[in-house]
């Protein structure tokens, strides 16, 4: 396997029609460290990555990098998506506001169909969408982040979990973040505030869930399972 490391970079108000920072759909294994990844933007609404968008790799590690002010119009992943491939680590690090104005999925970080995931020591806020969507996925290991002050339209303001078969979800803080629309009736709406578990096992064990916010007529300021 192909490995291509990508160091102290400055990758900054770039455009394409999907990965607009970084984008690959090849083999290769990544390990992309200490770069600042900001102000990109795709330009195809309907696709994914207007930071990072990695699909079919032989795996990843992100660490350390600064991910911000990212936006993938209607699509996923404002920050970073990866779409399918082998094991994809993120260690420490900071990853904020960026953009799914629709609130489609992911408005920080979203992974699908990858496994195993890893996330240990990342800072993960303001966002719009969810600060993290994992989806589809054998394993995934969530441990000592911070994920504060994300707001999505509904479905885990701060932490999004769907269909994932060995989730361990431990050591985190989910704070201040929201959900919320308004239906044609006007009626605020939105589940899950702080974080939603769908189809999923596994453990959620000693986080901290405080000041997470949902919908006025629906459940789960922190937790919905």
Do not use: C, W
Not at 47 to 69: E, F, K, M, P
Not at 98 to 119: D, F, H, K, S, Y
Not at 170 to 189: A, E, M, Q, R
Not at 192 to 204: D, E, K, P, W
């Amino acid at each position: 396997t192909n490995t291509l490391t990508i160091s102290a970079n400055k990758i900054l108000s770039n455009t394409a029609g999907r990965g607009a920072g970084i984008g690959s759909d090849g083999p290769s294994q990544f390990l992309i460290v200490n770069n600042e990844i900001a102000y990109n933007k795709l330009t195809v609404a309907t696709n994914s990555g207007g930071g990072v968008r990695l699909q079919d790799g032989a795996g990843a590690t992100l660490q350390g990098n600064q991910i911000h002010h990212n936006e993938a119009p209607t699509g996923y992943g404002g920050g970073v998506d990866v779409d399918q491939g082998g094991t994809t680590v993120f260690n420490n690090n900071v990853i904020y506001s960026n953009i799914v104005p629709t609130n489609t999925g992911g408005g920080g970080v979203r992974v699908v169909g990858v496994a195993p995931t890893q996330l240990v020591g990342n800072l993960i806020y303001s966002h719009t969408g969810n600060g993290l969507f994992i989806e589809s996925s054998a394993s995934a290991v969530i441990s000592a982040n911070q994920i504060l002050s994300n707001s999505a339209r509904s479905n885990g303001g701060g932490v999004r979990i769907n269909k994932v078969t060995a989730l361990t979800f431990s050591n985190n803080t989910v704070s201040n973040n929201s959900v919320g629309f308004l239906d044609i009736s006007n009626t605020p709406k939105g589940l899950a505030g702080g974080m939603q578990v769908f189809s999923s096992t596994g453990t959620i064990e000693g986080n901290l869930f405080t000041n997470n916010r949902s919908g006025t007529y629906d459940g789960g300021g922190a937790l919905v399972i």
